[in-house]
Structures are given as C-alpha cells and as structure tokens.
C-alpha cells in the first residue's frame, strides 16, 4: 500500500480482496463496527433456523476449544456475528476488535478478513496475521468456511474459526469446514423433517376442501407434491417459476408478509403459507377455479338420515328447505359433516344442475377478494355459493362477505354458509357483523356431535368402512365385538373426521383387516366395563374373541391368548364353549 508493489509470494485470493478493499478507504479502521442491539435481535430473528442447525455443532466447539487460544463464531450472509463460543480469554480479548456478538465482518467496512473474504468469494479461506487489511485486525488469524442452505443452495451464513497470530494453528480450515458442514447436515436433516410437515398438513386440508387442484412447495421452493391436475389447470408455468424462485427470500418472513409478497403472483389461485409456530416451512397453493364443481354425488339426504334419529329429523327440516332458495346457515362443531351435508341439500335441490362454489373464508385476502369482485370471478353461477367460516374472517373481509352475498342473492344464486361456533353467540359479543350474519342465517340448522347420538355411531362406522374400501380399492374392515364397543363409547371429539382418519389409519396398519380392541389406538382401549361385567365374563369374551380372530383354529387362539393350548381346552368346558368351531 505505501510503496505500490505486490510482494512475489502473496495469495491471489489475498491479493484480490486487498484490491477490492482499497476502494473503501477503510485501512485506519481499529475494529469493525457494530449492529445496535435492536438490530442484532432482528438478524438473530431472521437466522432463527441457521442458529438451530448450528446448535449443536456450536455446544461441541465450545466445550472442545476452551483453553485453546481459539474461539468460533458463526455469522449471517451479511457477514453479523451472530453467536461466539470458545475460550472465554480469547473471547474476551476479541471484543476490542468488535470480533464478537453484533460485528459486521464485510469487506466494505474491515477489509480483508476470513469472514468478509469467504462471503465474497463463496468458499473457504483463511488469513493470517498481516494478509489482514486493516493494521489493527492483524493481531488475527481466522479461516471461514460460507454455509448453503439445504435446498435451495442459497447463502446463509458462515462458520469463523478465529484466534492470536502469534499462535500456531494449522488446521483451522478444516476444523471451520467439518462444523460448516456438521451444520449443513443438521439443516438438511431439518428440511426432511418439514417436508414431512407439510405432507401432513396437505393431508389435512385435502380432508377439509376435496380434491382441489393443489401445489405445495417447501422453503426452498422445491416441490413436495402436486395433485395430478395442478400442473394441467394451471398453465402459466414461467409465473410459478418466478414464484418458486422468491419463497427461499421471504420463507423467513411472518406468515402474513410472505402472503402479501405472494397473493398476486398468480391470478386464479389461493395461497397459504404453512407454519409451525411463528416459522413458515412451505407454501400451498390450490387453484381458486376448482371451487365450482358438482356436488359429492355420495352427498344424498336420505342416506344421511338413515344413520338415527337425530339425523333423520336433521334432514327431513333440510329436505324441506332444499326446495327454497332461503340462504342457510349450517352450525356444528369441527368434522360433523357440515359441508357434505350443504352438499346433500345441494343435490336435493331445483339448482342441483348448478355448480358448487365452496369458499374458505379464513383463507381470503382483502385485495385479491376485491379483484375477483370486480372481475366477476366469485359467483357467476345459478348454483350454490358455500361460505365455509365466515365467522374466521377478519372485520374488513366480513365487510365483502356482505357485499358478494348481496351480489349473488340478488342474482339468484343461493347462499349457504358453513359454522364450527355459534355466529348468533359471536354477534352478541361483536366478533361478528349483524347485517352479514341475518343475510347469511335466513334458516339455521345444526349437526349435533357424535357424543350427543351415540345410537348413530356403528351406523356411520359402517358407512364409512364400506366407502373407504370402494374408493380405496380395499379390502372392507371387520370388528370384533369388543372393539365395537369401545368404539362405541369413544366421546369422538373430531366426529366424522377423526372416524374417517382412524379407518385410513387402521386398514393400513392392520395385516388381516380384523380389527379387535387391542388394535385401536390408546384412547379407544378404557371404554367403561358394562353394568354387572365380571372378570370371569371378561375372559370368556376374550377367549370368543381370540378364537373369531383365528377363524376358529385353537391352536393360534390359544397363542394369541398367551396360553398352552391345553389350558384353552380347559377353558372352553369350564365356559360352555364348544371345542370345534367355524370360522
């Protein structure tokens, strides 16, 4: 710098930092500088999932290094450390050059130094001593190696391993490298386990909106799945590119400004971001068109209400008004069947020929529901518009509620909304508009809970079986009686839903399709003995039901009870059962 010459034998890439750092007029700098407090919270907010899939490597380097001269700091992509471990003299001594919690490490503002230079240059490296820029940092050495995220390759961040010049440290580089990608593993390990997330969030919704066109990707952008007709619907391939291509840069956003930077990227669609707790892990997508379709052609009032006697006076009221165009409001808790019966009632119709257009009103935006008003995207049907949730809907989103429902009463289409709290009780508190709810209850019926009619509960248990294995292509379950009755007794606190998740459950697990008590999950297993029950009539049932599960053979029954078939002789005279039974 002083004389204008290049000593023979310095590095290229030292050489080449040094040039780039000339131009920032930074040589006198004592220390770098540092983000105020406030600032680093945000960046340590922001590189909350760097920070968890360094977690480990970090608590390792820290026991390992104390007493070494040595400390390890790990950065974000803007060169900011983030957290500091090692040995406490070292560490202490790094705070007169800011090389601690809060520095900012780029060239532009210290010059050449292991951590600006490997962000600069995307790899590794080390400088020692005098190869530093600034004379003040060159009682340092430091090797950085730059850390990718798992999926979209992008920059996060790095691992710094510094400490004194004048101490002998010969294997920094690796050491930064192995951490590097001790945590690079960590955060692969990480995105599988939100992949699977998802999975099970799109299995949830799928239950909850039918087979709607739908794209879910995860926070690299990548795609998890994709219904078969997503990729036909949707057409404007170069969009969702584009799309796919912002999610890495806004996944670590809050929820609400991912959706806002995404909601317009493609017309016609919905969005939803997908978090657990306050951090997002993917996006999904379901196309706004595939909301008109027919009705469940399963969707058939009286075979609703052939169920009991609840639903037998449920649907002769629904029968009734299916012949109006009264708007209806159709109140019950989560998973009872609501929309499926908005869907009977649909069918049971004059408009039954007419589409039904189902909307999650949790999910809508008031911008894109705006637009979709004013292009005439929402309702331009003589079928069945089907609010599911409007009492989740935000004050300004109810506000367009009322004017879409005045809109299409006026053109004729009915209006059903769907429930899960009473909206009467939610008006009484103002959580809910008054004009909208008397537009949207004309009537008002509601589904009572499984508890509530037990009678009904092996009447749905059978429906359910046979309509899971015809649409499956499986085979049909069977109960034991034990398993019936425990069944039976369950309070089925997510009603139809969770009865339809524990048959998927249960004809995939099970490898003969008979299902007796101990087959069920735990909470179904402590149904209340009947009145009068003893435990000489409860081993009598066992053994019944040991020997139906066997198909009758005595020798797997008695393996199953856990006894010498011997003793099951023994057992069946003292009860009165028959030796040779069929299956």
Not at 198 to 206: C, D, G, V, Y
Not at 260 to 276: F, N, Q, R, W
């Amino acid at each position: 710098m002083a004389v204008g010459r290049v000593p023979p034998n310095i590095r290229q890439e030292v050489l080449q930092s040094w040039n780039r750092s000339a131009k920032y007029r930074i040589e006198n700098s004592k220390h770098a500088p540092l983000v105020g407090e406030e600032g680093l919270l945000t960046r340590r907010a922001l590189s909350r999932r760097l920070r968890r899939g360094a977690r480990t490597a970090l608590a390792q380097a820290g026991t390992l290094l104390r007493g070494t001269d040595t400390i390890l700091l790990l950065c974000d992509q803007a060169g900011v450390v983030l957290d500091a471990v090692g040995d406490e003299v070292t560490l202490a001594r790094g705070r007169e050059n800011h090389l601690h919690l809060g520095g900012h490490w780029t060239e532009d503002v210290i010059g050449t130094n292991a951590i600006g230079t490997a962000l600069a240059a995307g790899r590794p490296i080390a400088v020692r001593g005098p190869e530093h820029f600034c004379e003040a940092i060159q009682r340092w050495s430091c090797a950085a190696t730059p850390i990718s995220d798992a999926g979209s390759r992008s920059l996060l961040g790095l691992v710094d391993i510094s400490w004194p010049s004048h101490v002998p440290q010969n294997n920094a580089v690796a050491l930064s490298a192995a951490l590097a990608a001790q945590v690079e593993s960590e955060l692969t390990h990480m995105l599988a386990r939100e992949r699977e997330r998802l999975m099970e969030q799109l299995h949830l919704r799928r239950l909850r909106r039918g087979n709607e066109p739908m794209l879910i990707v995860d926070r690299s952008g990548a795609d998890v799945f994709a219904t078969d007709d997503f990729a036909r619907f949707c057409d404007d391939d170069q969009t969702l590119t584009a799309l796919r291509a912002r999610v890495p840069d806004l996944i670590d956003q809050t929820p609400h400004t991912i959706t806002e930077a995404l909601s317009k990227c493609l017309p016609g669609t919905d969005l939803e971001v997908i978090a657990t707790g306050e951090d997002a892990i993917g996006v999904l997508i379901s196309l706004r068109r595939s909301r008109a379709h027919a009705a469940d052609a399963n969707a058939d009032l009286v075979k609703i209400g052939a169920a009991g006697a609840a639903s037998t006076v449920l649907c002769t009221q629904a029968q009734r008004l299916a012949q109006t165009n009264i708007a209806l409001l159709i109140e019950g808790e989560t998973g009872v069947g609501k929309t499926f019966l908005a869907q009977a009632i649909h069918r049971a119709s004059p408009q039954a020929d007419g589409p039904f257009e189902l909307i999650d009103c949790s999910r809508l935006i008031a911008g894109r529901l705006c637009d979709d008003l004013a292009h005439g995207r929402i309702g331009a049907s003589h079928g069945v518009l089907c609010l599911n949730g409007p009492g989740e809907a935000p004050p300004e989103i109810q506000k367009l509620l009322l004017n879409l429902v005045e809109d299409v009463s006026h053109a004729g289409m009915r209006v059903v909304a769907l429930s899960a709290r009473p909206l009467l009780k939610e008006v009484q508190r103002g959580a809910f508009r008054s004009d909208l709810y008397y537009r949207i209850a004309g009537a008002r019926l509601e589904i009572q809970p499984l508890r509530e009619r037990p009678d009904e509960i092996r009447p749905l248990l059978q429906q359910l079986v046979l309509s899971h294995a015809i649409e499956n292509n499986r085979r049909e379950l069977r109960f034991t009686s034990r398993a019936t009755t425990a069944l039976a007794a369950h309070p089925w606190p997510g009603n139809l839903l969770e009865m339809k998740n524990l048959i998927g459950a249960l004809d995939a697990l099970s490898p003969t399709g008979l299902i007796d008590e101990r087959t069920l999950p735990p909470e179904f297993r402590h149904a209340p003995r009947p009145a009068g029950e003893t435990l000489r009539d409860k081993e009598r049932i066992e053994i019944l039901e040991a020997i139906e599960a066997e198909g009758g053979n005595l020798s797997r029954a008695a393996q199953r009870l856990g006894i010498a078939r011997s003793t099951l002789y023994l057992k069946l005279d003292s009860h009165g059962i028959p030796r040779m039974r069929q299956g």
